[in-house]
């Protein structure tokens, strides 16, 4: 996200500067020392740039990847730590100033996020850790592999041709499993708001046999978004509309000592004309050990230097997770929504890093497992990931919730589709949730009687007056915010959306007003928001918990999970329900809407996917 401010602002005052004497003793450390005032690009990844849109500079990282601190430097941006102790980058051409971020970080969370989506990884391959060619499927054959017969039960086997050890695949998803006829029973289930202690009296089996099964589910699950989604980037979709938004999770406490919840979040990119979900991901790595990182982050002296150039700067270490805490702080309350979206840019200013918004809270806590992810890079990879989904997609509008993190990193992912292309755009919406259902009510009948009036006195259609009604509205937007958006309420809310405020981030002066004012009326959190409800009422390990007087408000849930990498991997049996297997009330599911399903999958299709 970029702030806008004069380029003179960004001077940084000479040697005495902490971030000057950082940078220097990294670069002396790691003997990059021209390198080093911008991280480096890593995996072709390079997010340091401007991220103003109508900015020359946006989508242009630095040549050479080094920033300069002289004043009259023909660099493209000045190193700054923005007056809070956290270094940023000052572009030279429109003056906006943005937070650095690592690329090392953003490809590590990308390749997490990618990981399920890489064919080899349900190919059979060598499995010796310690062989190089363990990961590489045998389907690169010679010189490879040779095939080597078959087991008694009729698996292929092959013989690796470098460590020369055998092993085969099992010819069946299911070979090894007990009662696997129940496996149906508990994909149903788990995805209809079964408890888990109740699915056990229902299939009758075991509390171990039964994550045994949600580990068999989430693997075939993750097989077949798999192989469907590697379809996408050749299939040609005329348009998508993407509304983007996160939700939070609360992770049980285990020690009566320490009743403090761990809370991580899922970001997810929704069609709202298909409802096909594009991606659901945590900022939550299952696989990182926290005491190695920790240890691993010490012996890279990641502590004596800010976070963009540290080795581990995509995970949220110990003593950095204590100090946010100790600094987090809230605003005021509001009520109307135009307070609302200025208090979300007074939180993002108030931050040292305007695109972290997961400032932990005292009553939160780190996962006893895993470790949890700084959720811009999470956002970062997230929408790297979405783009790779849709390379074929001719337009594509972006509808984020007010997230100073998520508009950064969906302008720095599709950089190249807005400026040059234009075939993406982004808008932000803001929608007031909190109302009772007499306040919607009363709004909407408002809005009625003005629409009605609007339609008479105009001879229009309610369509086209609606569209008319937009366009009066954008003459005369109000600007909010350091960022200079402008924002426009939509005339006539609906039921789920009662009251919204919309703002087009990606307005470089090429749609007439009547292009305008249709992009602005299709602007919607709809999709999104439906499946975030559907996820609390249908699985019970992620529905709300109970804010209790005795626990100072911290929130317990009996059915909640212990350990987060439970919520990943009900995250993903989910998605693949939902896409594939859950008809709408037209009776069709949103991966035959899209076109990725030619009707309903069946549960049995999904757990005997090969």
Not at 490 to 510: R, V
Request: hydrophobic content about 40%; proline content about 5%.
């Amino acid at each position: 996200m970029t702030k806008k401010s004069s380029p003179a602002s960004g001077e940084v005052a000479a040697p005495a500067d902490p971030f000057d004497l950082a940078v220097e003793s990294f670069e002396n450390d790691q003997q990059q020392a021209a390198a080093a005032r911008i991280p480096p690009e890593h995996g072709g990844i390079q997010i340091n740039f401007c991220k103003n849109p109508t900015c020359d500079n946006f989508g242009q990282p630095e040549v050479g990847g080094v920033a300069k601190w002289a004043k009259n430097s023909q660099a493209r941006y000045k190193v700054s730590s923005a007056g809070k102790g956290y270094p940023h980058l000052t572009c030279q051409r429109c003056g906006s100033l943005f937070p650095m971020k690592s690329n090392l970080g953003i490809h590590e969370e990308l390749e997490r996020i990618n990981a399920h989506a890489t064919a080899s990884l349900w190919e059979a391959s060598c499995p010796d850790e310690s062989c190089d060619q363990h990961g590489l499927g045998v389907s690169a054959g010679n010189p490879f592999y040779v095939s080597f017969g078959a087991t008694k039960a009729d698996s292929p086997r092959w013989r690796c041709n470098a460590c020369r050890k055998t092993f085969s695949a099992p010819k069946s998803s299911t070979l090894r499993q007990r009662e696997s006829h129940k496996n149906k029973l508990i994909f149903s289930l788990l995805v209809n708001k079964m408890p888990l202690r109740r699915i056990c009296e229902v299939a009758e089996i075991a509390p171990n046999a039964l994550y045994g099964k949600i580990d068999f589910i989430h693997r075939q699950c993750e097989k077949f978004l798999s192989a469907h989604e590697a379809k996408l980037p050749g299939m040609a979709i005329r348009r998508l509309c993407l509304g983007v938004d996160r939700q939070d999770y609360a992770v049980n406490w285990t020690q009566r000592e320490d009743r403090r919840n761990t809370v991580i979040s899922a970001v997810s990119s929704v069609d709202n004309e298909s409802g096909y979900c594009f991606g659901l991901h945590l900022n939550f790595d299952p696989n990182l050990v926290a005491d190695k990182v920790e240890k691993a982050a010490h012996d890279a002296k990641d502590y004596a230097v800010f976070p963009p150039f540290r080795q581990h700067a995509r995970v949220w270490l110990e003593q950095d997770y204590v100090a946010s805490m100790k600094k987090s702080s809230t605003l005021a309350a509001v009520t109307s929504l135009r307070d609302r979206v200025a208090k979300a840019y007074a939180q993002a200013e108030a931050r040292a890093d305007v695109e972290a918004s997961d400032a932990p809270g005292k009553d939160e806590k780190l996962p006893a497992q895993g470790m949890q992810i700084h959720s811009e890079y999470t956002l970062y990879a997230h929408f790297m990931h979405i783009k790779r989904l849709t390379a074929g997609v001719e337009k594509i509008r972006f509808f984020l919730d007010q997230d100073s993190g998520m508009r950064a990193a969906c302008l720095a992912a599709f950089a190249h589709d807005i400026k040059v292309d234009r075939r993406v755009d982004a808008f932000f919406v803001r929608i007031a949730k909190e109302m009772t259902v007499d306040q919607k009510r009363r709004l909407k009948g408002k809005a009625k009687e003005a629409l009605d009036e609007f339609m008479a006195s105009s001879g229009l259609n309610q369509s086209d007056a609606i569209l008319a009604m937009l366009k009066e509205r954008l003459a005369g937007m109000a600007t909010i915010g350091s960022w200079n958006d402008r924002w426009v309420m939509h005339p006539f809310p609906d039921m789920s959306e009662q009251e919204k405020a919309i703002s087009y981030l990606t307005d470089m002066g090429d749609y007439d007003l009547d292009h305008q004012a249709w992009l602005y009326n299709k602007a919607s959190l709809h999709a999104v928001d439906t499946l975030f409800m559907q996820i609390l009422r249908r699985l019970t390990l992620l529905e709300r918990g109970i804010h209790s007087q005795g626990n100072a408000g911290r929130v317990w849930n009996g059915y909640a999970p212990y350990n987060p990498k439970q919520i990943g991997k009900v995250l993903t049996i989910f998605r693949a329900y939902r896409n594939f297997i859950l008809p709408g009330e037209d009776k069709k599911t949103p991966a035959e809407r899209l076109g990725l399903a030619k009707g309903p999958v069946q549960y049995e299709d999904v757990l005997y996917f090969q």
